[in-house]
């Protein structure tokens, strides 16, 4: 016993600390199967680093402030046919990000496109790439305070270190001329540097609009979309699913 105490208190000391905490039934279950020394090691160090992962993608995703977790096996193309499921696959290998591309998500509000925007967050976040969530009033808001407070070049590191940054709720509340500019300086900021993801129910035709702005909007857009994959929903909300009135053939 005294020899198992030396070397959990050992490995606790390296840092190993889940595989201090389980050394004794690791033991016993070695015994068990009549494991060799390095199999019995092998599994120990395994389980360490599963653990070790799975506390990092919690750290991660912590900081990226995702709003809740969704996956894309969650999603129901079939309730979105208008969603080509290859193209949407292919986004989730994240060869966009290595590339430094946006990805745009267009549609009436309720079809899945904060779903798939949160999706593709998680699924950087398990590839081991930096993440950040915010709503577009949010981020207006933030960095507003700091511009007003003299702090702004600071505060944008928050939106421009990521590799992935994903915008959501794009268009729901138009944009004032110091809000616009902010908007603006942001994705000036990440061209050709980093991701977006954005998730927008407005039509890029109604940006001038959104930006007060139409030249402005146009810098913008001309900004975001070229390099981009743009993905317009048209379909049913999800929260209508199940309450939508049978077809019939009357």
Not at 106 to 131: T, Y
Not at 174 to 180: C, E, G, H, M
Not at 219 to 245: C, F, T, W
Request: a positive charge.
């Amino acid at each position: 016993m005294k020899a198992l105490a030396q070397a959990r208190e050992h490995l606790a000391e390296l840092g190993l600390e889940h595989a201090a905490e389980m050394l004794e039934d690791a033991l016993q279950s070695a015994r068990l199967e009549k494991s060799d020394y390095l199999s019995f090691l092998l599994k120990l160090l395994h389980h360490e680093r599963c653990e070790r992962q799975r506390r990092n993608m919690e750290v991660r995703t912590k900081l990226a402030h995702l709003p809740y977790r969704k996956t894309l096996a969650e999603f129901d193309f079939a309730f979105q046919p208008s969603l080509d499921e290859r193209v949407v696959r292919e986004l989730f290998t994240m060869h966009f990000v290595a590339r430094q591309e946006n990805v745009l998500l267009l549609g009436p509000p309720g079809v899945g496109k904060s779903h798939l925007a949160v999706a593709l967050g998680m699924e950087a976040i398990r590839q081991g790439l930096s993440v950040y969530f915010v709503s577009l009033t949010q981020m207006m808001n933030d960095l507003r305070k700091a511009y007003e407070e003299n702090r702004l070049e600071r505060r944008m590191r928050v939106y421009i270190r990521p590799k992935l940054l994903i915008v959501d709720e794009v268009g729901y509340m138009p944009l004032d001329p110091v809000a616009a500019n902010l908007f603006f300086h942001v994705i000036s900021a990440r061209y050709e540097r980093g991701s977006m993801v954005m998730t927008s129910n407005k039509s890029f035709g109604e940006w001038g609009e959104l930006l007060g702005d139409r030249v402005l909007a146009t810098a913008v857009l001309d900004r975001l979309l070229h390099h981009a994959h743009i993905l317009n929903i048209r379909g049913n909300s999800y929260r209508m699913k199940g309450k939508l009135p049978l077809s019939s053939d009357a």
